[in-house]
């Protein structure tokens, strides 16, 4: 064998694998149907598709951890047997995995010798395991301590050790589940350095994600899978990122939403010089003061932390303020408990959907009615009333096409897109006044994605004050009227649409004081 | 009179009975520990120890063989764990219940056979002191440490024992990461039900010697309940111990001062009610684990049952 077959960790390469009529059923769902699917030496092989399209069952598949019930494996024209993780890891195949598989307890050197025989018998030989972590880490480079403790590392320094823990099995081929759905824009730029080299390295990679901008910038074919099907693999060269949303979605994806003409109408709601403090004790909210009107809608942006969660909470009275005035439609709101606020027909779509919109363990049914229950018709003096809570249900789920078995299927077992349109339901079908949408469609997929802006853009519509607070600058210049930017809890500015710009924004995001802005804007 | 404590002999026997005292704690928790860090919680500890003190006791008094009835008592441990394994790894039962069924079935089952196979109350000669050359004439720490039974140096050795095993060696790195964390584990090809299986196993054994412990070396009888809480005493050590080996020393030995104490107080005629002495240790236990619970982290996997998926 010549010295080119071989990788820097001195596995030999994968040249070619190869997945043919992948099928798999889980009970109720065809999660994988008459797959086929392939990934090079020397490549990023794309797999895009929307949640629950099947790309991770599909890898876990590859990985060992599910058995597919039709369909094989060849590795260089050789059918191969994956029965557990472990056939896998001898095979070269390393996976990182969406949700990192690491014990936060321990060290980066037990992480990476967990499960893997030792030189010195029953006994563990991390100091063996350590040098050769900094061999590796040294060929690729990935900066990493051996003696560091997980918990100590930040996210994307966590994410190397999984790719390392990879290597040290002698990893040839990688699977990355959606490794850049949890770092920061620096960290992906990192991460994507480390797979380039990987690439030329004479690795193959498999790179999932429902990015479509990310997997455009690093792969070299892309393949698209939809309920289950592979729908094609085509060269990334040879696409656009219209197509390819096409292609997931399944039909014609509009990136920029129709705003429409709306008539902004008298102010709704009016936040005048409040305060109020964090979690931590430092002040979340310093004097802030805007209001909202009827027909519009008022992106807050900013870096997370700087007092979005405050916001939100003191409006919907989760929150305790310090000082100041919240106004609800001329009338004095300010220190109501959170349900006399819903009465007045503001509604809440909280950041954290699975923690505070909705009950897990509850169904779906339940769920839609958990703001109104005390209400007529869903209760009469304190009897509920199931058989209009079913109605209910039902013409919810038809109107906001929820997919879900039945009105009886518990929350967590939908999907987040599904999830998050049973909060939106809840929160809009009652035509609020007001609402405070908070970080709608972080984690959602494409499909999804539109379907809660489009939803947004329908209340705006129909009259409805709406507070959008999100990370993601592109929803907010899509959906805003005007753009209040919260920085260390204070307004630096609010900016109508047409002069907001990514540019300006992320200035004032930054902390820099509008004037300076001017100015320096005028030097140009 | 309240004065008689403190004197030397009184001082020195308070301690070496403290010191035999804490075996069974030892044993129990150390076993339990193992389970714990693997991530299950094994509340039967109380019932393998009753089991297991029945079996050493009946055995070695029929037999009149001490190392007969302590294998007797280990097999009878480790036959309940591997049922509290099967119901809890393969059945994925609520761990917390279980174990409470598995004490209820040790607690009526020892009584049970107690009734039938012997009635009354017998007694057997149990582990004779061995007295360690040399050391055990060193005027009170050798009365105190080296004049023990055997079992005594034995739950002793497995403190250390039990720290290399869990620090530095492979089976105890698997024994950490699938009680933080099981997905991690298996993704790497580490069997979570093997590892899982292994752990209760341990503690069923070790739980049987507990019982034998109390049966055929400290008090040389059998009679109903006759464990009455120290196998729960045992589980709340682990806490205590913040899931190290040596804090459950620690805990061990005070809790088995502070029983030594009170024993002696009743020796002594002290006039301090019986029943508040006897009450003694477990005020402590819930005092001390108010005061400590809080600040340590248990396992993160403790007590969930582990199944492949997403």
Redesign the interface.
Known sequence: MSESDKLPSGRTRIETLEMRGITKRFPGVLASDHVNFDVKSGEVHALLGENGAGK?TLMKIL?G?YHPDEGEVLINGKPVRIS???DS?NLGIG?I?Q????????TVA??V??????SRG???DLDRVSKRIIELANLYGLKIDPSAYIWQLSVGQQQRVEII?ALYRGAALLILDEPTAVLTPQEVDELFVIMNQMVKDGHGLVFISHKLHEVVEISHRISVLRDGHMIGTRLTAETTKQDLANWMVGREVGFTPDRGQVQRGAPRLEIKNVSCGSDRGTPGLRGVTFEVCSGEILGIAGVSGNGQRELAETITGLRKTTSGQIILEDSDITGLDPAAITDRMLSYIPEERMRDGMIKDFTVAENMILREHEKTPYSRYGFLNLREISQHADALIKNFRIKTPSRETHAKNLSGGNIQKIVLAREIFRTPHVIIAAQPTRGLDIGATEYVREQLLEQRKQGAAIILISEDLDEILALSDRIAVLYEGQVMDIVPRVEATPQKLGLLMAGVHPEEIKQTSEVF | MISDLFTVTVFVGILASGIRLSTPYLFAAIGEAFGQKSGVLNLGVEGQMLLGAFAAFYVALTTGNLWLGLLTAMLVGALMGLAMAYVTVNLQAEQGISGIGFYLFGLGMSDLLFQKLMGTVETVKGFPKIHIPGLSDIPYIGEIFFSQNILVYFAYLLVPIAWFVLNKTTLGLKIRAVGENPDAADSLGVSVARVRYFTIILGGTLSGIAGASLSIALLNVFQQNMTSGLGFIAVALVYFGAWRPIGILGGALLFSFINSLQLWMQVLSIPVPSDIAVMMPYVVTILVLVATVSKVRAPSALSKPFERGD
Request: a neutral charge; glycine letters at 4%.
């Open positions: 991770s990985y951890l557990s993780p472990n890891i996976m995995h949700h990192f598989m690491l014990v936060q307890t321990m037990e992480n010798a967990l499960g893997l025989p030792s029953v006994l563990t823990k």
